[in-house]
């Protein structure tokens, strides 16, 4: 057999060095990934937070809402415990038993701190440390229970006991809508006092009288159309000096201001004694009293005419009637007041007069008015400030639609406004003979079925479809009895003090009595000898 030349012959396998090669390759590699994890591990470390430690700790611990909540928490079951206890607690000392509601409170003292323990610690109650409280409490429960303190017990007395606290409620509400209402009508000392000493004034004075006299000798201006003429009507002589006085000084031109004033026998003489005696930068004052209007009678007036009724007499002043059903606002005799009436007679009041603004005794005027007299009144009779911004000042809230009469002739949800101040054109009044409506409600609420409180509801009556609405900022409403606005306060040309709160009353709102007082000057001789301040 023949040998192959050297050059063709098969090389030797040589594997030892392979197989070390392979060894020293993944050799290499282990040491390159262990180099590759260890600077992995150095450069991450300035990024791990400081103090870790109180987050993990944080999230770990307990959560309050989720251990309330779950069914198999002690602490809901002390929390429901604690609960019901609160409840039987209630009942036993209304029952007198003092022992047992002690022993119910100082259990609940005892849970309620296991339970703040566990608050503050941020770990749940474990069974372990609430046993002895969650059977003590049990064992309370239970004899609760066996003392007919069960749920059906505990809803009937409490049923009972809120019954009588709203008895208790309604019967405080009554004595203190009965006091504020007194405390409304009274008269207070140094008003009467007042009176008193100016009426002294002006039959001890010849000289207040010469002033009168010579005052009166400008009656032309009571008559001229060109000039802007309000009217009060009012026995309170304080309170109508501010809306005269306030008026003068917010007005641009006070010599073209008249103000007609009609009171009652009583303060006639007061009333001209003092507007004689002080001036208001040229302001005409006139001064009447209503028994002189020779038409005035009960002939004519229907209020005049229910006066002299019996039942309403009775109604009004001794308010045995009906078992004192009816609220006493209601019954207030000032509603039957003539001059609470009058308005609806301005144009028989002052039949030169073409166009008037009346305004209530109530009121004091912040801007200047003679913008009101040459407002278009579109050929209505009264131009005032609507009130049905809410849904209480619609016509609803002051009349009786049960009644066929009212609910055949007036929307039910048509905008109520305010007496308080009003511009009244008396041409257009006269030509619709709107006295003549006022008449023919008024008769045919003889019996209180249409409305039952004051002017207003006439008043809706009477200038219903005859009306038109003035800008809010004209007249600002709810000083004597509710929060207003400041930004409604400070824009309004006349804020209305309507409520029981009045500002010459002690019951009246501290904060507004300001805005009234600041027209008042407490440095005149009267009112420091009859203790105003």
Request: include cysteine; hydrophobic fraction near 40%.
């Amino acid at each position: 057999m023949r040998r192959r030349p050297v050059d063709f012959r098969r090389p030797v396998r040589r594997r030892f060095p392979n197989v070390l090669w392979w060894v020293l390759c993944g050799v290499a590699v282990l040491l390159f990934i262990f180099v590759l994890s260890k600077g992995s591990q150095i450069e991450s470390r300035p990024a791990i937070p400081q103090r870790p430690y109180r987050h993990d700790r944080i999230m770990e611990g307990l959560n309050i809402t989720e251990e309330m909540l779950s069914p198999d928490s002690v602490a809901r079951q002390l929390s429901d415990q604690i609960s019901l206890a609160k409840a039987f607690v209630v009942i036993a000392k209304e029952s007198n038993n003092l022992q047992f509601a002690w022993e119910l409170s100082a259990q609940i003292r005892n849970s309620q701190v296991l339970l703040s323990n566990a608050a503050i610690r941020r770990t749940p109650l474990t069974t372990s440390e609430s046993e002895t409280a969650v059977r003590d409490m049990a064992v309370l429960l239970y004899q609760a229970q066996q003392l007919h303190y069960d749920s059906a017990t505990m809803i009937m007395r409490l049923k009972a006991r809120i019954q009588a606290l709203e008895e208790q409620m309604s019967s405080v509400s009554e004595k203190s809508s009965k006091y504020g209402q007194i405390a409304a009508e009274e008269v207070p000392k140094s008003l009467y006092c007042l009176g008193v000493r100016l009426t002294t004034e002006w039959f001890g004075n010849v000289n207040i009288q010469r002033k009168l006299q010579e005052k009166k000798r400008l009656d032309v201006k009571l008559k001229d159309n060109n000039l802007y003429h309000f009217c009060v009507f009012s026995d309170n002589i304080l309170a109508t000096s501010v809306v005269v006085n306030s008026t003068a000084l917010n007005s641009n031109n006070p010599d073209m201001v008249v103000f007609h004033l009609v009171t009652d026998e009583i303060n006639y003489a007061p009333m001209k004694a003092w507007f004689a005696m002080n001036d208001f930068r040229g302001v005409t004052v006139e001064v009447q009293k209503f028994e002189d209007f020779s038409w005035l009678n009960a002939s004519y007036v229907p209020v005049l005419k229910q006066l002299q009724d019996s039942e309403t007499q009775s109604y009004y002043f001794s308010g045995n009637s009906d078992d004192g059903r009816t609220p006493i606002k209601f019954r207030n005799p000032k509603y039957l007041s003539m001059l609470n009436h009058l308005r609806f007679y301005i144009p028989e009041v002052f039949p030169a007069l073409k166009k008037v603004v009346f305004l209530d005794d109530d009121v004091v005027v912040q801007k200047d008015l003679s913008a009101l007299f040459s407002i278009d009144l579109n050929s209505n009779v009264n131009g005032a400030v609507e009130t049905c911004m809410e849904t209480f000042h619609r016509y609803h809230k002051y009349l009786n639609y049960s009644h066929p009469l009212i609910r055949a002739h007036f929307d039910p949800d048509a905008c109520g406004w305010a007496f308080g101040m009003n511009v009244f054109d008396l041409v257009e009044w006269r030509k619709r003979n709107v006295t003549g409506i006022y008449h023919y409600w008024q008769e045919r609420n003889v019996d209180r079925t249409l409305w039952k409180l004051g002017t207003l509801p006439p008043g809706l009556l009477t200038f219903y479809g005859l009306t038109e609405p003035l800008d809010s900022s004209w007249h600002v409403l709810g000083l004597g009895y509710t929060n207003v606005d400041p930004q409604a306060i400070e824009k309004g040309a006349v804020l209305h003090f309507n409520g029981n709160s009045k500002p010459w009353l002690k019951i009246g709102i501290e904060k507004y009595k300001p805005l009234w007082e600041k027209h008042v000057d407490y440095s005149h001789y009267l009112l420091q000898q009859c203790n105003f301040h």
